[in-house]
T-cell receptor
Framework: DQQVKQNSPSLSVQEGRISILNCDYT??????FLWYKKYPAEGPTFLIS?????DKNEDGRFTVFLNKSAKHLSLHIVPSQPGDSAVYFC???????????FGAGTRLTVKP | DTGVSQNPRHKITKRGQNVTFRCDPI?????LYWYRQTLGQGPEFLTY????????KSRLLSDRFSAERPKGSFSTLEIQRTEQGDSAMYLC?????????????FGSGTRLTVV
């Protein structure tokens, strides 16, 4: 059962523009939502998160938006930089267990 | 603190052989997780330790898989009688306390190829 879905396998944007990565989920009980970034030959690196009680969290160039009624979250990167080129995973978890569910990832390419 | 270390980085084995992977978490982290990632998919949870106790196991963890964390420090993941379907990246992660909003720290993984 794929509870977290990233329907866009890839995204290409121009340097300096906004990157918007999307994620949908099916379990309305999720407490936390996280974004991880992965470079080749490395493990995923935690990027930013949001609690289910909030609808926005911002950290520098990165902002995560949560729409609970639509069971949708998005990651905005502004402005996009070539170093942001990586695979981005959306993840979600419940507070009472440790089974974090990941989406399949979106490969972001930022062109100079 | 050198992060989460996993060894070996790559393992090629013949079907039916046993393999063992090692994970050294960040020293002060009491929680350790194993995930598996296949091509084109996100990581999938396998199991979780708090100190030396294995507290959660996914149904993905068949009887051929066993994980240990004997002294609450490093962990090993053993796969017996490997099958081609076991070919994947095996990721270890650690955290101090519940990951909540803080996320895990992942290692670089062990890529297993079963031929």
């Amino acid at each position: 059962d794929q509870q977290v879905k990233q329907n866009s396998p890839s995204l290409s944007v121009q340097e300096g523009r906004i990157s918007i990565l999307n994620c949908d989920y099916t379990n309305s009980m999720f407490d936390y939502f996280l974004w991880y970034k992965k470079y080749p030959a490395e493990g995923p690196t935690f990027l930013i998160s949001i609690s289910s009680i909030k609808d926005k969290n911002e950290d520098g160039r990165f902002t995560v938006f949560l729409n609970k009624s639509a069971k949708h979250l998005s990651l905005h990167i502004v402005p996009s930089q070539p170093g942001d080129s990586a695979v981005y995973f959306c993840a979600a978890s419940l507070d009472y267990n440790n089974d974090m569910r990941f989406g399949a990832g979106t490969r972001l390419t930022v062109k100079p | 603190d050198t992060g989460v270390s996993q060894n070996p980085r790559h393992k090629i084995t013949k079907r039916g052989q046993n393999v063992t992977f090692r994970c050294d978490p960040i020293s002060e982290h009491n929680r350790l997780y194993w995930y598996r990632q296949t091509l084109g998919q996100g990581p999938e949870f396998l199991t979780y330790f708090q100190n030396e106790a294995q507290l959660e196991k996914s149904r993905l963890l068949s009887d051929r898989f066993s994980a240990e964390r004997p002294k609450g420090s490093f962990s090993t993941l053993e796969i017996q009688r490997t099958e081609q379907g076991d070919s994947a990246m095996y990721l270890c992660a650690s955290s101090f306390g519940k990951q909540g909003l803080g996320g895990y720290t992942f290692g670089s993984g062990t890529r297993l190829t079963v031929v």
